[in-house]
């Protein structure tokens, strides 16, 4: 495992844990998995590789779409259960969701490479 993949992983998880804390103080559910990890690596990927294709399960429905619209749908998804969350209608950590989509955000501006790369082509022009 590349060390760049594996640090993004574990910070996304980190970070992860600490929105859902910060978003729910009082709340006695402890964030348990890496589901902020795996988050920094979907965006990560979807900035990475905006125009790659993918299928989209939703449901019983499936469709083709770019990678980008598939991270757009994604992140919404992600704010509406935050929702749910703050609300407390839901034992899902979107917030630990959101917190390592934010990190693989921050990942890909320093690191991101390819179709992207904000700071790198700003190093490079």
């Keep these: 495992m590349r060390p760049r993949y594996l640090a ?8 992860g844990n600490f929105w859902h804390a910060a978003m ?4 006695s559910d402890p964030a ?22 993918l ?3 939703l449901r019983l429905l ?14 919404g998804i992600q704010l509406l259960g935050l929702l749910l969350q703050v ?3 839901s034992n899902v950590s979107f917030a630990a969701h959101l917190g390592g989509a934010l990190t693989g955000l921050v990942f890909w ?6 179709e992207a ?6 190093k490079e022009g």
Excluded at 65 to 72: E, G
Aim: proline share 3%; net charge positive.
């Design 8 to 15: 993004l992983l574990l910070l996304g998880t980190v970070v």
């Design 24 to 27: 729910q103080p009082s709340s």
């Design 32 to 53: 348990v998995g890496a589901s902020g990890g795996i988050a920094a690596v979907i965006v990560f990927y979807g900035l990475q590789f905006p125009h790659g294709r």
């Design 55 to 57: 299928k989209v399960g």
């Design 62 to 75: 499936i469709f083709e779409t770019s990678v980008w619209v598939a991270l757009l749908l994604w992140v």
């Design 87 to 89: 609300n407390e209608a």
């Design 109 to 114: 501006a320093i690191f991101g490479r390819g």
């Design 117 to 122: 790369g904000v700071l790198q082509r700003a």
